[in-house]
Structures are given as C-alpha cells and as structure tokens.
C-alpha cells in the first residue's frame, strides 16, 4: 500500500534566527519513497521561498536542516508518498535480551540513562513485573501492559522537557510520555530502548491518534529491534518514521537559539487509493493471509 503524508507549519520568528528542523523522513525509510517530499519555504511576511537548507545527518540518522529564518518566520510544507507493506508490527520472536557485554556499543548506549528518561525511579518497578518472567518478549510486554494502564491518554499534559518521572507520577500524558516511561522501564530491566517519532497514518482498528506526530519506541531483542507502542497496546498499521533517539530531547522537529511560536501545524497521513494505488492495505492482509491458508493446506500430510 502506499500513504501520503505531509505538513504545513507556520513559525513565526520576532527576529531572524537560525532554525534547525528534524522533519524528513529518517534514512531508514528513504528508499521507500515514491514521489519525493521536497520541504518548501516561504516568508509569512511576503511569500517569498527560502532556502531549504542542506541536509546533514545527526548521531542518530535523522534528517537535520538548518535554515536562516527572516524575521517574521516561515512556512514550513511538505507532502509525499511512501511505500508501506500494509502489514502491522511483527510480533517478536520467542528470543532473549542479550547482556550488555554481548550487545554493539552503538545498542548498550540505550541502556543508559538520558536526560528525560532516568531509572533510578523506575528500578523497583521494573523488578516487580520481572518477578516470575522470563527475560525476553514477557517482559517487554508486562511493561507494556503496566504503562498502557497506569498513564491516562491525554495530549495536552505533553510538553518539551517533560520526563518520564514526571509524566508516570502525573498518570497521564500525550504518546511522546507513555513512549518515554515505557523506555525508562525497558532500560531499568536491562532491555535497550530508543524513542521513537514520525507519522501515524490511522488504517485497521480505529484508534485515538494525537494531532500532529506519534510516539512509539524501540526494544532491542535477540540482536534486532522491535516497534512497540505502549499508547495503543496493540500492533499497528503504516508507522513512518521520522527521528529517533535517547528521549523526545534528540528528536526535536524544531529546534532554535531564537524565540518563536508556532501558528498552524497540520501533519497529515493518509492511505492512497486509486488507480495508481489499487490494492489496499486490508486487500494486501486478505491475499497473504489466505496464501498463508493454501500454503499450509498444501503442505499438509495426507492422511
């Protein structure tokens, strides 16, 4: 399947300032691509294009431009197709978590603190739902199940700066805190953990997604990483990610020594249809699903 998505932001600078913007889609997701994102910028004051700045990448892969504002601000839009399988995050396998002496360094640097999510405060936690489990997917799943219930999903309680403390004593907040507490549990458990930010196209079970960008995280498990998302509790459809990192402080999509405010921000995500785009996502599930069935019938012995 594929799905269009984009954005419109207006930032309105008092002054010229330099402005840094994580918003293209990460490296890993660029080959999907099937009709490009180019970022267009434009004065609020006179509509005049801006340069888009050149693209560099930062410690963790995500797609960084720097971009001289005038005073006044920008408008900031984008819009693209990318490529999707249609199918929901595979589920992990019956696999272990690796001690930290068997992992890369570039995979034991998430098991180390960051600066919004710490765990000390979530030590004994964690060791209450790893009580009686095997170390691998369980657990994952038990953190999982004790964030998704514990915090309250509420989008306005989200800010910049936030921490996963704060947010799990609150019992409440946007995906961005539910990603960052699940990932300070993860980490107090021994289980690597990055956060994770981009699109969210709403496609199978009806969910409440929050305007503009979502967060889900990473686990690493048996030598690869795995989506996880402790918001929904369930496997979801069409993530296109955009930045990842420690916490939301690496992931900033907008980012300026300058004061400014925004006045618009729209994300959108959306599955394509049409002649170009025939087969949808529930119509792709349906035919593997029922080559699955023949598959195995064929397979099958006889009796």
């Given at each position: ?54 693209i560099e990448q930062d410690r963790f892969g995500n797609l960084c431009r720097r ?134 196209a709403d496609i199978g079970p009806a969910q409440e997604l929050q ?93």
């Open positions: 399947m594929h799905i269009r998505y984009g954005y419109t932001i207006d930032v309105v600078f008092d002054r010229s300032a330099d402005l840094v913007t994580r918003l293209d889609i990460h490296m890993s997701r660029r080959s999907d691509i099937t009709e490009p994102d180019d970022m267009l910028v434009t004065a609020l004051a006179d509509g005049a294009v801006v340069a888009s700045g050149d971009l001289a504002v005038p005073a006044g601000g920008v408008r900031l839009a984008a819009e693209g197709i990318v490529y999707d399988s249609g199918f929901t995050d595979p589920p992990p396998p019956d696999g272990r978590i690796l001690p930290p002496e068997q992992l890369s360094p570039d995979v034991r640097a998430f098991l180390d603190d960051s600066p919004l999510c710490a765990t000390p405060r979530f030590a004994p936690v964690a060791k209450v739902l790893l009580a009686e489990r095997p170390a691998g997917p369980t657990t994952i799943q038990a953190i999982i199940d004790h964030v998704h219930d514990h915090l309250r999903f509420d989008p306005g309680r989200g800010r910049p700066g936030r921490t996963a403390e704060e947010a799990y004593d609150d019992q409440a907040g946007g995906s961005e805190d539910f990603a960052q507490v699940a990932v300070a549990l993860c980490r107090a458990a021994g289980i690597p953990a990055r956060y994770c930010t981009g699109y969210h305007p503009g960008f979502n967060a889900w995280f990473d686990a690493h498990l048996d030598g690869r990483w795995w989506a996880f998302d402790a918001r929904t509790n369930a496997p979801r459809i069409g993530r296109i990610l955009v930045a990842r990192g420690r916490d939301s402080s690496d992931v900033s999509i907008l980012s300026s020594a300058g004061t400014y405010h925004l006045a618009g921000f729209e994300i959108s995500a959306d599955e394509v249809t049409g002649a170009r785009f025939p087969v949808t996502s529930r119509e792709r599930r349906a035919r593997w699903t029922g080559h699955e069935t023949a598959t195995a019938a064929k397979l099958a012995p006889s009796r």
